[in-house]
DNA sequence: GTCATATTGTTCATTGACGTAACAATCCGG
DNA sequence: CCGGATTGTTACGTCAATGAACAATATGAC
C-alpha cells in the first residue's frame, strides 16, 4: 500500500476531479491558457482591442509592409478572417491599408502613429498582467516555461505537419 | 555580428513573423495549445469522440457517480453544456444516467463497461499521440514542462480569483 | 499580344462551442 | 406547509472562424 487513500471508490466520490486529464500535457495547456486567455481579453477591452485584432497589431508592427495573405498566414487564420480584424483596426484609425507599387491586388499594411502608440501601451499592459499572473513562478521557472513551450510548440508543428507529408 | 539581417526593416520585410509576440508566455502557451488541439481532435475523431465528449468521459470515469452539477463545475462549463455531451455519450452507450437514491432531481453518471473500454482505448491512444508530439523533448524537459504547466495554471487561475474577490 | 491559370481581397452563409434566460420538477428549512 | 434554492432541460443568442463563391488583377505558356 503505497497510498493510503479509500481502497474502492465504487460509488458517489467525495472529490470529483479531473486527475484522468491532469496527467496529459495537453490538458494543463488547456487550463493554463484558458485562464491567460481570459486575463488577456480582460486587458485589451479597455485599449478597444479583441485577442485577434491584438495579434494583427503585433504582427503588423513588427513586419510593417506586410500583405493580408502573408498576415493571414503568419496568424494561421483564413484570409477571410484577416478581412474582418484589419476592417476593424482600420475602423480604429489604428492601421490603414496602403496600395502596392507593384500589385493592385495586395495592401501594404501600415499601422498609423497612434497605432504604434497604441501597440506600445498593449504591450506593457501585457507584459504587465502576464507578470502578475504567474507571480507564484520564480523567474528562473518562467523563464524555463517560456523555453519549453517554444520548444514544444515547434516539435508538435514538426512532427503534424510531418504526418500531413 | 551573430545572426546578419538587414540592419533597417523600413519597408517590406523579407520574412513576416510573430516575433513581438513570442515574447509572451500566453502566445507559446496558445501556439503549443492550438497544435495539440488540433491532434486531439483527430485522435479522437475514430474514436466517435470530440474533445469536449472525451473530457466528461475522463471525468466520470475518474469520478463515478457524479452529478451532472458536478461535472460542469469541473470541467468549467455551464450546465447547459454538460447536457449536450452527456446526450452523446449516453446516446453512443457509454454513459449512463442512474437516479440518485436520495434526490430525485439529480443523475448519477456512470459509465458502462463499454465506456470503461473506450475510456481506456482513448487514454493510451492520447497518450501516445502526445508522446509523439513532443517526441523532440528529452523526458526529463517534458516532466518539467507537466509540472511548471500544473504550477502556471494554479497560480493565474489563484491571481484572477483574486481579482475579482 | 492572348489566353488559361493563379493569386488577392472580399462577401455571405454556415458551423461549433459556448453562454443566458427561462422553465418544471424537486428539495430544503423554518 | 410554503417560499426559496437547486437540478436538469430547452430555446435562443453570440462570437469567432471556416468554406465557398466572386471580381479584379497578375503571371506564364504559347
Given at each position: 500500500m503505497t497510498t493510503a487513500t479509500s481502497?474502492?471508490?465504487?460509488?458517489?466520490?467525495?472529490e470529483p476531479s479531473d486527475a484522468l486529464l491532469r496527467q496529459f500535457i495537453g490538458y494543463n495547456m488547456k487550463r493554463a491558457y484558458m485562464q491567460v486567455q481570459d486575463d488577456l481579453a480582460a486587458t485589451l477591452a479597455p485599449l478597444g482591442l479583441r485577442i485577434g485584432t491584438y495579434s494583427a497589431l503585433a504582427v503588423v508592427v513588427g513586419?510593417?509592409?506586410?500583405?493580408q495573405t502573408q498576415l493571414s498566414q503568419v496568424l494561421d487564420i483564413k484570409r477571410s478572417g484577416v478581412v474582418v480584424l484589419v476592417d476593424e483596426l482600420e475602423g480604429a484609425g489604428v492601421l490603414e491599408r496602403a496600395p502596392v507599387p507593384g500589385d493592385r491586388r495586395a495592401y501594404s499594411l501600415r499601422v498609423t502613429s497612434a497605432g504604434k502608440r497604441l501597440w506600445q501601451k498593449a504591450e506593457a499592459e501585457v507584459r504587465a498582467h502576464e507578470a502578475a499572473l504567474f507571480a507564484d513562478l520564480a523567474p528562473e521557472d518562467l523563464r524555463q516555461l517560456h523555453d519549453l513551450l517554444a520548444r514544444a510548440a515547434r516539435s508538435a508543428a514538426r512532427h503534424r505537419q510531418e504526418e500531413t507529408t
Open positions: 481502497p474502492e471508490p465504487k460509488k458517489a466520490p467525495a513586419s510593417p509592409g506586410i500583405s
